[in-house]
């Protein structure tokens, strides 16, 4: 590669020092490699694949339920396998996509967004990594094996309790719970403290840019609202496993208990899936408009209140369940409140489109579906935020509508406009524009046509989570027009999967900042070199790329013999020490294949926490054990970058 | 190629203490995360009573009070090797490093030991009611995150006797594993009056 390529003005001894950080940062090598790898790049890079993966499933399970309900009395899936298909839909999407994906997006770009050569943690990331591939194989492997949850994603007892679902269906959810919030809570610390202690000189915390503010504010919710579904899956668990009685009402238990638990995660989850797309968000309107997002300081005010407001909604989801009328209240009020810093961030982006210069290419056009999309996801939603017409609506398909507008609008319109504007740094090569406004379109086209029908069919009572109706209902042909949109969306997906895997191999080569960004991340090679930045940047303010001098100052003196981070102050980002990271390592892999085994081990006995537990100890100190001061830090003898 | 200006930082430390350092953001985090595990099963705790007229359900005796107080007591001891493995750690005075974390792990070794009776004295099984199954589940929580501090510091402990021991990094670890510690006695004893005093008073 040309050593030269994003650093324009490369210092003397540049060559020398491009060999040596080649060699220090090289990846892992040999016939293990896959199991040792730790670079934030290669296990971003693998997180963001298995996610989509994970995508597509939950995206076939979704057209098996259109087929099913294409028309009354279909006989495609049974009552059985629907509520199978339904749940792990469900789960997929929540647990195994949404914030895994997010993360992942995360995990590859924030380290090169704010000038760093490392994510913090490097082996723990790993270790996240793996607890996520292994989480949706369990499921996938029981929904093969008819034993798949089968109780709704939000698995409410006292259906999911002993007394009604028998065998081992509800035990999976619980498991995949801890298997999915032990691997997005170790991203979260190891996003906030990458985004605290790593940034590049100079980026002090108000020149941060409004993605990385983004990270941080949905990691630290990660941070509060997963240790609530972890609480209330192991509850459910015990109860199932053990005997225990949170759940059961003759023993002094509380099926609501369940309820205020879950939504307590459950509610700030739709946030933590959604701040990230609104930090893509900013970071495309910005680049494809050509100027600085309006109104910074608002912006992140707004994601800010957004956060603490989302950790107060959670009741409005069981606006059904009996509460008292002056709690309702509240919480509807507290629901119509969250639409305040949204408007804020919306009209904000609607004044940088304005006072821009707009230039349509696909990854601004998925934000502007996203526009038009959340928009009328949060309209339903303040329908939705007040209790009588709630009562009317509750699962109902209005619901069904509401709720994908909202995470599909709000979330996955910005994911793919972000995939397509970070696809070059990924891969070294464009996706095609041409097959991009195809996919758009059809997209966009075909979400509408499989959603907006779904209103209707909410207002003129078809509940959720049937699997069949009678053909006196009406229900049919709304039904039917909305399998033949989800056909038209299933087409548009594929086509933006295919220009990617076609992309990745023959695309026009992208060269370090193709679109002319503004961001650190374009002031490197694409895909970047092991070691990310030949000489750390020094950032002078909020756009670096577009208001720092050609020649701007760079850091001299960190180590090209040991994988060594700057670490800079939490605020106003000075140098304040260095520090050096591992290399890499097969521990995080035993570490999880331990845990895994554990994990589903439990399902059938208590002893497999007690024993796993004592074996993990092991695993771990192995893990945190030194290696031999000749080697840490520095790479194994001539792991040359082929081996990538 | 043109000159460039350069900031050069080879001069800063291969370390720093307290909040200067990754591990301690980490070990706050790691904090928020478990506090809000016990936030949230103490919340739990207190919703189920709200369900029953008599707590504990009739019928059912008091928890022992004497050996979580033993308990109490042993932890509150604990802070004193702890603080002075603490200061020692960032004087990178090894030797005292040494034989406070050995004086430290013995006492939590001890506290340990005490739970177990604890356990045995809590007058109530998992499965006979909600009351126990709470009880059960929160003084668990707490031994789980214990026992495995314990065996961290352990590991730590046997770290600081082999030639790795004199790395400044490793003086990081043990002063963070102090910190750590504060946090396991300061979250019991809200768990401790929640557990003991609550079926009494309230």
Redesign the interface.
Known sequence: MNVMEGTP????GATREHEELTRTWAPASGLLRWFRQVDHLIIGRRFIITAFIWFALGGLLAGLMRLQLAVPENTVLSNDQYNQVFTVHGITMMFLFAVPIMEAMAVFIIPLMIGTRAL??PRANAYAYYMLLFGGMMVYTALFLNMAPDAGWFNYPPLSGPAFSAGKRVDIWAELVNFTEISA?TV??EI??TI???RA?GMSINRMPLYVWAMLVTSFMI??A???V??AS??IG??RL?????F?AA????AL?WQ??FW?FGHPEVYIIFIPALGMVSSIVSVFCRRPVFGYTAMVLSLVATAFIGFGLWVHDMFATGLPQSGESFFTAASMMIAIPSGVQIFCWIATIWLGKPSFRPPFLFVVGFIAIFVIGGLSGVMVASVPLDLQLHDTFFVVAHLHYVLIGGSLFPLLGAVFYWFPKMTGRMMNERAGHVSFWLVFAGFNLTFFPMHKLGLIGMPRRIYTYLPETGWGPLNLLSTAGAGVLALGMLVYFGNALVSMRRGALAGADPWGGATLEWATASPPPAYKFL?LP?VHGREPLWEGPE????????STKKREV??T??LDAE??????YPGPTVWPFLAAVTTGSMLVAGLFTPWAFAIG?AAL?VF??GW???TT?KKEGEAPPNEGAAAA | MSERATIDVSALPDHGFGSRSVMWWATVLVILIEATVFVATITSYFYLQGNEAAWPPPDTPLPGLEWPTVNTIILLVSLLPNQFVKAAAEKMELRKVQIGMIVADLIAIGFVAVRVLEFAHLNVRWDSSAYGSITWTLLGFHTFHLVTDLFDSIVLTVLMFTRHGREPKRFVDASENCFYWYFVVLSWLPIYAVLYWAPRIL
């Open positions: 003005y490369a210092l003397p913090a943690f809570l979260a610390v906030i403290v605290f202690r790593q000189p941070v509060f997963m240790p609530a972890m609480v192991n509850f015990l109860d053990v005997g225990t009685h949170f059961n023993e002094g238990g509380d208990l205020h638990l307590f000489h020094v020649n701007a100052p760079v850091v001299t003196g960190v700057l670490i102050r939490t140098p304040d020490h260095l520090y050096v537990t100890l771990m100190t945190f054990w030194p001061k």
